[in-house]
């Protein structure tokens, strides 16, 4: 419902955003409409992104290269976690870079081989 127009609106009209909390999509009831079944699809897609975690020390791979101000472009970065924000760093220059949106973005962890240091007793 719209402060200036008080008829309501519904999820049946075609709903452009699609950042709709899961909390509420759990209540919705069930519907035979397209435009509402394509709407809820897209809303837990993006809840799906955004749920993904990354730790530090993880390596990521963007599905496509990003080109900096500073005019570098790459596609692999190892995370970096400072208190709460999140870092870049691409492995090849140590530069640190910050990609806006990056749960949103299509990326995928690349398995690094971690050597651990012998002990001997």
């Known amino acids: ?7 309501r609106l ?3 009209m075609g709903p452009c955003e699609a950042e709709c ?8 009831t069930p519907t035979e409409h397209r435009h509402a ?20 020390g993880d390596r990521i791979r963007l599905d496509q290269p990003v080109t900096f101000t500073d ?3 790459a596609q692999e970065f190892v995370v970096c976690k400072r208190s709460r924000s999140l870092m870049l ?5 140590g530069c640190f870079y910050r990609i806006s949106r990056l749960m949103e973005r299509a990326w995928s962890i690349v398995p690094v081989t971690k050597i651990h240091k012998t002990v001997f007793a």
């Not at 909390?21 to 919705?28: Q, T």
């Not at 709407?39 to 730790?55: D, F, I, P, Q, S």
């Open 71 to 73: 005019g570098h472009v």
């Open 89 to 93: 760093r691409d492995p090849d220059n």
């Open 37 to 56: 079944i394509d709407w809820r699809e897209r809303c837990r897609a993006n809840l799906a992104l955004r749920g993904r975690k990354l730790a530090q």
């Open 1 to 7: 419902m719209s402060s200036t127009n008080p008829t």
């Open 21 to 28: 909390p899961e909390r509420i999509l759990d209540l919705l």
């Open 10 to 12: 519904t999820e049946n």
